[in-house]
């Protein structure tokens, strides 16, 4: 069959449309689209290389705002307390005291913190009995000491022969918020033993200092009801270290905050520990960290790690306790599942079998359980000790 001309004409338009049709569809449009997605995502980079280019013009201000901020920190840690407690200021109102002839006695402690809590003050009272001169010497030396203290009020009564007495008020102030930037010592810190300077003072003990002594070796008799109840099973060694180690707070996250102190409130030695926390936000699994410094060591098998914890209150929390062993497995024992106690209480764990000795505890914790638990707490820790059950014929 032959085709004519004007047939083979139409063919040939039919195949262009129909390449016309194909190309438009499938290569014209998708380019389209195409172009049209570049082009959107071109605007979205041209505004965030504008923002950019502004954070950069920036730059310099936040620099110089930065270390302006920096220079006012340092200032700040300089000429004010980073931290302050009644052993120091004890110490350090003996320091300035450099003359035999004026004696200060029987200091009283008043502790205060603004409500945005950015500023913690110290107000201490003591009597004084010395020369006029003498007087003039100590408030010269409190008012040009190298930190910012206050003389808030003063008692003066004459004596007779140029010699007075009286009550003085003084108050130290710190930003606990420069702490981390202050490299300073404590009094307490650079000069040693507070109860070792007293022995080797030449001024008279302190009275207030003498009954604070004397307070630290009671306990309450039920206190020592519940220390013999549980020891009537139990045979116990105490953890070297534990009483003079200093441990430093860690949150599981950066809305877990808290601080570590010691605490005379204790039922063994001096002191226990005091850890003060704060969640931040309701969740499950939050956990502040009590973490020592030194090495506290089990040198040898134990059945028991056991410690007594004494909450503010009860809060459903847990307390837990990792331990580490000479070949580094960590073990984290948990001491109780549920904070439904706010008085001294015994707690112990089983240490595992496997524990290769000598073996260190790293951590003690508080973890939140639950989302609807309270968000911070104060718990004491005292004395971390390992334990063994007693047999029947030495209870007998």
């Not at 506290?296 to 580490?324: A, C, F, R, T």
């Amino acid at each position: 069959m032959k085709i004519s001309n004007r047939e083979k004409t139409l063919i040939a338009v039919l195949l262009v449309a129909i390449f016309g049709y194909l190309f438009v569809n499938f290569v014209i449009t998708p380019v389209q689209a195409e172009i049209k997605t570049l082009d959107i995502t071109k605007e979205a980079k041209e505004q965030e290389l504008v923002r950019i280019n502004n954070l950069i013009k920036k730059e310099d201000i936040i620099k110089n705002e930065n270390e302006s901020l920096n220079n006012k920190l340092i200032t700040y840690s300089d000429e004010y307390f980073s931290n302050i407690n009644q052993e120091d200021i004890i110490l350090l109102l003996n320091q300035l005291n450099n003359n035999d002839g004026f004696e200060i006695d029987k200091f009283k402690f008043t502790n205060k913190i603004d409500e945005d809590n950015k500023i913690e003050e110290l107000i201490v009272k003591f009597d004084y009995i010395g020369k006029y001169e003498d007087l003039y010497k100590y408030i010269d030396s409190l008012e040009n000491y190298e930190k910012f203290i206050r003389i808030s009020d003063m008692d003066i009564e004459s004596e007779g022969e140029n010699s007075v007495s009286g009550e003085m008020e003084v108050n130290f102030s710190s930003i606990p918020l420069i702490k981390e930037y202050s490299d300073n010592k404590s009094y307490f810190e650079e000069f040693g033993n507070l109860l070792a300077m007293q022995t080797e003072s030449p001024y008279m003990p302190y009275a207030s200092l003498a009954e604070k002594i004397a307070d630290r070796e009671k306990v309450s008799n039920d206190d020592l009801s519940k220390i013999e109840l549980y020891l009537k099973d139990r045979t116990v060694k105490s953890i070297n270290g534990f009483d003079n180690d200093k441990a430093f707070f860690v949150g599981s996250d950066i809305d877990v905050i808290g601080k570590i102190s010691k605490s005379e409130n204790r039922l063994y030695g001096n002191y226990s520990f005091e850890l003060n926390y704060n969640f931040g936000v309701k969740k499950a699994d939050s956990e502040a960290n009590l973490v020592f410094d030194k090495n506290l060591i089990i040198d040898s098998q134990s059945k028991y790690l056991s410690m007594w914890v004494k909450p503010n209150e009860i809060s459903g929390h847990s307390i837990g306790v990792v331990i580490v062993d000479s070949i580094g497995e960590h073990y984290d024992l948990s001491l109780t599942n549920n904070v439904d106690f706010n008085d001294w209480k015994a707690l112990e764990v089983e240490i595992p079998i496997e524990v290769n000795y000598p073996c260190k505890v790293q951590r003690l914790y508080v973890k939140s359980t639950d989302y609807d638990q309270r968000l911070n707490g104060t718990i004491l820790f005292d004395q971390l000790q390992t334990a063994e059950v007693l047999e029947d014929e030495d209870i007998d």
